[in-house]
């Protein structure tokens, strides 16, 4: 089992800066690949950002060149830093971990609003 829980939503201006941070706990051994989805009221989820256990990452065309997805083994966390905010980036956003025998977990998400 894997434990998921994601900080660091909140209100914030259009052009203006967040960072998402997700602490793993449990089986984190397990754990191949993490990424945040994001999902609007309305929408499906929609993956944002991938992160692997090798450190190759892989992002959504709408939020390439502002979103930085990182990870450290050390505290087993994994972050999202969003710059240039924009209203449309407003969702619920979810931390998802993939372990090596394909298993996935949730976090509970945290609300980001993008709005002036």
């Known amino acids: 089992q894997v434990q998921l829980v994601e900080s660091g939503g909140g209100l914030v201006q259009p052009g203006g800066s967040l960072r998402l941070s997700c602490a793993a706990s449990?089986?984190?051994?397990?754990?191949?690949?993490m990424s945040w989805y994001r999902q609007a009221p309305g929408e499906g989820r929609d993956l944002v950002a991938l992160i692997s256990r090798s450190g190759g990452t892989n992002y959504a065309d709408s939020v390439k060149g502002r979103f930085t997805i990182s990870r450290d083994g050390a505290v087993n966390s994994v972050y999202l830093q969003m710059n240039s905010l924009k209203p449309e980036d407003t969702a619920v956003y979810y931390c998802?971990?993939?372990?090596?025998?394909?298993?996935?977990?949730w976090g509970q998400g945290t609300q980001v609003t993008v709005s002036s």
């Open positions: 998802n971990a993939i372990t090596g025998s394909a298993q996935a977990y």
């Open positions: 449990g089986s984190i051994f397990s754990i191949a690949t």
